[in-house]
Nanobody, 118 residues
Framework: QVQLVESGGGLVQAGGSLRLSCAAS????????MGWYHQAPGKQRELVAT???????NYADSVKGRFTLSRDNEKNTVDLQMSKLEPEDTAVYYC????????????WGQGTQVTVSS
């Protein structure tokens, strides 16, 4: 199994910045995606940004140009630097590892709240 420990998050004014950090441990497969999703109240969990083990990064359109994902394969960490935050970014943010080799599947952190005030 994979264990994910998140840190960061909190309350910030619109236009501000926050950094989320995630450390992964356990059975992380050689081929995987690591990144962040978020879930706003009453909405489904959505991708924010992920990076493949090969180094390809994918961002949601809503965060392009504002958020930057940083992945360290040696340390098994993935950070999300969020800038120019908007009230619409308010959500619980979840660190994610998706294994494409056994043990296959999605693994999630406990979630961290990000609240952006207007």
């Amino acid at each position: 199994q994979v264990q994910l420990v998140e840190s960061g998050g909190g309350l910030v004014q619109a236009g501000g910045s926050l950094r989320l950090s995630c450390a992964a441990s356990g059975s992380i497969s050689r081929i995987n995606d690591m990144g962040w999703y978020h879930q706003a109240p009453g909405k489904q969990r959505e991708l924010v940004a992920t990076e493949t083990s090969g180094g390809r990064t994918n961002y949601a359109d809503s965060v392009k140009g504002r958020f930057t994902l940083s992945r360290d394969n040696e340390k098994n960490t993935v950070d999300l630097q969020m800038s120019k935050l908007e009230p619409e970014d308010t959500a619980v943010y979840y660190c994610n590892v998706r294994n494409f080799l056994p043990p296959m599947g999605y693994y999630w952190g406990q979630g961290t709240q990000v609240t952006v005030s207007s």
